[in-house]
């Protein structure tokens, strides 16, 4: 609409301009060569726009024909780019389904059409993957290293490489570049921290887990969870090392984070004992103990007692029985107390409360244990042990990321090196979805 208006405007003072020319009176005479043109000044000016005219189709024509080949040039590039992209973006399309040669095939295609290699190097790399051409991808990966835009996305390609085939050094070494490159990025500083706890670095996992949070590539309750995890770690290995001061203060430090964490609380209690704080290592095991009743608090509660004889280790589960009068947990504390004290009548009391509760596995090898203990060898002996056989199993430190059971907790799965992902559960019980930052 705008266009129309304008144009007739001007075309209105055009058809203004030539009316005027036509009606101013004079004449126009050009003498040149011995000839003499003697023209109304109107035709004149007529002439002279007719000329120009003429002159300019002229110029246009000699640029046309002059610029051609380059146009021709400009228009096959254009071509070439739009199929380009149309590969490229057909090569995406094949990756999000899964469809390894077409992908491959449109990489292929995008990567003579288009000289744009942060884009179809990607691609290139995600076909490779596509069709587990491992080496294939990391040329690719390698070959983004070279470029200044694809350095960071190179380096998590064969970050991710080096994880699938196990070489935990060399995604480390990754990590490490990534997170040099880029400092504010998130996926670096998480994977680091990550990586540096599954090779026990704890004192670096630390420092890269407060990175992390700092980037905000992990939030506040995951960091402070997973440091708890790292706290506990530096416990265990400053204890074995002959420092019991730096050993009692990263567990204090753990607990403090996470006071629900059974293994922060265990290895807080057993160091306060361990140092004659008996006082102060049952306080930390009735806290968690109200917040989280467990069988290793069960048995720390025993370990950490001041006096170790087996009467006095009955009076002491019979007060941790008191936090929790309905717990399984304490009824098996107090039950086996009550074996080694040789209270036969007081540890079927406690066992036949478990066995109400709580019918495991765990239950029911204790209630063997009673029998041989009380009768020997016999026939209730092997009865008790079949119930064990037909039990439910009972719960233990399972891995999140593989599912492999361990005895005891650790904060890096010994089978997939996963780091935090062991939890308390029932064999066989579904895994949560495991949460991985590479």
């Not at 490779?128 to 290293?145: C, E, W």
Request: a positive charge; charged letters at 20%; glycine letters at 6%.
């Amino acid at each position: 609409m705008k266009k129309s208006i304008l144009f007739f405007i001007k075309l209105g003072i055009l058809v203004a301009a030539a009316v005027w020319l036509a009606q101013q009176p004079g004449r126009m005479t050009v003498e040149w060569l011995g000839y003499v043109i003697d023209l109304p000044v109107a035709l004149a000016f007529a002439i002279m726009l007719l000329i120009m005219g003429v002159v300019a189709l002229l110029y246009r024509f000699w640029r046309a024909v002059r610029g051609g080949p380059q146009a021709m040039g400009r228009r096959r590039d254009a071509r070439k780019r739009e199929q380009g992209y149309r590969a490229l973006t057909q090569g995406m399309v094949a990756v999000a389904a899964g469809d390894a040669e077409a992908a491959k095939r449109h990489a292929a295609k995008a990567e003579s059409l288009l000289d744009e290699p942060p884009l179809t190097l990607l691609l290139s790399a995600q076909a490779a993957q596509l069709q587990g051409d491992d080496g294939a991808a990391t040329t690719y990966f390698k070959a983004m290293l070279n470029r200044k835009e694809t350095e960071l996305l190179g380096l998590r390609g064969l970050l991710n490489q080096a994880m699938r085939r196990g070489d935990r050094a060399a995604a480390l070494d990754y990590a490490r570049r990534a997170q040099a490159l880029h400092p504010k990025a998130q996926w670096p500083a998480a994977a680091l921290a990550e990586l540096e706890a599954a090779s026990g670095n704890w004192l670096e996992a630390d420092s890269a887990l407060a990175r992390a949070q700092k980037t905000k590539a992990l939030d506040k309750d995951t960091a402070r969870h997973r440091r708890a995890a790292l706290l506990i770690e530096e416990s265990r290995s400053a204890a074995a090392a002959g420092r019991p001061e730096a050993a009692l203060q990263a567990a204090q430090s753990a607990f403090d984070l996470d006071p629900a964490r059974v293994p922060a609380a265990a290895q807080l209690a057993r160091l306060r004992a361990a140092s004659g704080q008996h006082g102060k290592a049952t306080k930390v095991l009735e806290q968690a103990w109200r917040l989280a009743p467990h069988p290793d608090l069960a048995a720390a509660w025993g370990e950490t007692a001041p006096k170790q004889q087996p009467l006095d280790l009955v009076k002491r589960y019979e007060a941790l029985l008191a936090l929790s009068p309905t717990s399984a947990d304490a009824h098996r504390g107090l039950a086996a107390a009550a074996i080694k004290a040789r209270l036969w009548g007081v540890a079927r009391n406690h066992l036949d409360q478990a066995v109400a509760t709580d019918p495991t596995a765990a239950t029911y090898r204790l209630l063997a244990e009673l029998a041989r203990a009380e009768h020997g060898e016999g026939p209730q002996v092997s009865a008790w042990l079949a119930r064990v056989a037909s039990a439910d199993p009972d719960p233990t430190w399972i891995c999140g990321n593989c599912g492999v059971a361990h005895e005891q907790w650790h904060a890096v799965c010994s089978a997939c090196g996963s780091f935090d992902s062991i939890a308390w559960r029932k064999p066989g019980a579904a895994l949560p979805p495991a949460a991985s930052s590479l």
